[in-house]
């Protein structure tokens, strides 16, 4: 492999016109298939062969109209101090507010609190629940707008208001925190190259690799299903495996040169070397990344497959288009060590006798293997302390920050209904081959509200053919 790497890089060098070409015209071709490629809807979640994907699967043959992954938001309601929303004035607000829920294009049903049993025992907190036809993702801008409004409404006519559910759910915007982790590898690199040029190639091909791998994300999105996770996670591992890789080659690059070779030489050799790395790394991460696929959950075995085909173009870039580049570069990607041997005098006979930073660092844990090994393993339990404190599961309302609407909706209902009520279970009856279903589904309800730690069972809904039922659990913790 490194012969066959070694007449790569000394091609790409030589033809470096060529190579350059080829990946910018890449570059714009995934971009504009970016830009005319129709906007992706939200990424569908689901767990084959678990029962909740089961129960979600029986609603949507037989509750076809339902929209079981519709977006869902819970418009909360409480009395001033001493007051009850059941009071007339305060009820009146409720209603008009429930009524005006109801005009929009999107939603299918809005639960009026009073009629629903949806009042808290003290009568100072209420709810109604309004339910979309697409989820919280796909929901217009319009919609989640003339929710905000209603709820303002009722807040100028002195109730407090507060939305939960996934209907205020934003697409997770990214950009900055990218913005920020390449301006401090841009820092290190300089420091570590002394060269803006030299630094600035890794930075770039990293980017470009990016720029294709997220641009060919984004183009087929809408035709394979892929949420904007897919190329959030595409675009971190891209930047860390393109700057690595790229790294690897121009610092062999650097070392060839100070052994007096030629340029183009020199790039044939740190391919030859260094890409063999690259490569073998670039696999490691792509069967780790593809590996995911053995959990059976089609979202991250998607969002494996698009961050594998990052890496993949990663490691192509780093063995072409970065000697490519270095051929551009030429004498402005100076030997390793060149500016010791440009100092002048005494300092310059110094600075060559003295070891380097590196070299200082490998002579000390050879000298000092225990203490080293206990630092490390110290400096490992420290970081895993916070794990202690993990608490697995998935996120909810609960988990935002206490100055959001959806955590304030949250703590109100947990206040007026019990801290399961913001965890309720759905359970979904199969009475199709039972010769009386409404007696079965009864058995079932009986048989639930029989457990330990259940405080309501709402009563079952039936389908239209009345042989499937669906009953809400309301647990006494969350």
């Not at 059976?296 to 490691?315: E, R």
């Not at 000697?323 to 060149?338: Q, S």
């Not at 844990?365 to 998935?394: D, H, K, M, N, T």
Request: proline fraction near 4%.
């Amino acid at each position: 492999m490194a012969t066959f790497l070694y007449k790569i890089g000394r091609l790409a060098f030589r033809r470096r016109h060529f190579v350059a070409l080829i990946w910018v015209a890449l570059l714009t071709l995934a971009g504009v298939g970016a830009t005319s490629a129709p906007a992706a809807g939200s990424s569908s979640f689901s767990i084959p062969g678990t029962e909740a994907q089961k129960a979600f699967d029986l609603l949507e043959q037989r509750f076809p109209g339902m929209s079981a992954d519709g977006a869902t938001a819970r418009v909360v309601f409480e009395a001033p101090g001493g007051e009850k929303v059941t009071a007339k004035h305060h009820k009146a607000v409720v209603e008009r507010t429930v009524r005006e829920l109801r005009d929009g294009s999107e939603v299918t049903s809005v639960a009026d609190p009073f009629s629903g049993h949806a009042v808290s025992k003290d009568g100072t907190i209420a709810y109604a629940q309004v339910k979309y036809k697409v989820s919280g993702m796909e929901l217009e801008d319009a919609s989640k707008d003339a929710l905000k409004q209603a709820a303002q409404s009722a807040r100028d006519d002195g109730l407090t208001v507060e939305i939960g559910g996934d209907a205020l759910s934003a697409v997770p915007e990214t950009g900055a925190t990218e913005v920020i982790g390449i301006a401090i590898a841009a820092v290190v690199l300089v420091i570590t190259f002394g060269s803006l040029v030299a630094a600035g190639l890794p930075l770039l091909t990293a980017l470009i690799g990016v720029g294709i791998g997220v641009s060919t994300i984004t183009a087929l999105a809408n035709a394979l299903d892929l949420g904007s996770t897919t190329s959030t996670l595409a675009m971190m591992i891209g930047l860390a495996v393109g700057i690595d890789y790229a790294l690897f080659i121009v610092s062999r690059y650097r070392a060839e040169l100070a052994e007096g070779r030629e340029r183009e030489e020199a790039a044939g050799r740190a391919v030859g070397t260094a890409g063999s790395a690259v490569v073998f790394a670039g696999l490691t991460v792509v069967i780790a990344l593809v590996g995911l696929a053995v959990v059976n959950i089609p979202m991250l075995t998607k969002m494996g497959v698009a961050a594998a085909g990052t890496v993949a173009i990663a490691v192509l870039i780093a063995l072409t288009l970065i000697p490519a580049l270095l051929g551009y570069a030429g004498r402005k990607v100076k030997p390793a060590g060149e500016k010791s041997r440009m100092l002048g005098g005494g300092r310059a006979a110094a600075a060559k006798g003295r070891p380097n930073m590196g070299t200082r660092w490998a002579s000390f844990v050879v000298r000092r293997p225990v203490a080293v090994l206990l630092l490390g393993v110290i400096g490992l339990g420290a970081a895993a302390l916070p794990a202690s404190q993990l608490e697995l599961g998935l996120p909810d309302d609960g988990s935002q920050p206490t100055a959001t609407t959806q955590r304030r909706a949250y703590d109100l209902l947990s206040e007026g209904f019990g801290p399961g009520f913001n965890g309720p279970l759905m359970v979904v009856v199969d009475a199709k081959s039972s010769e009386h279903p409404k007696a079965a589904v009864a058995t079932v309800t009986d048989d639930i509200k029989g457990m330990r730690d259940v405080v309501t069972v709402t009563p079952p809904t039936y389908n239209a053919s009345g042989d499937t039922a669906m009953i809400t659990v309301v647990p006494g913790s969350k």
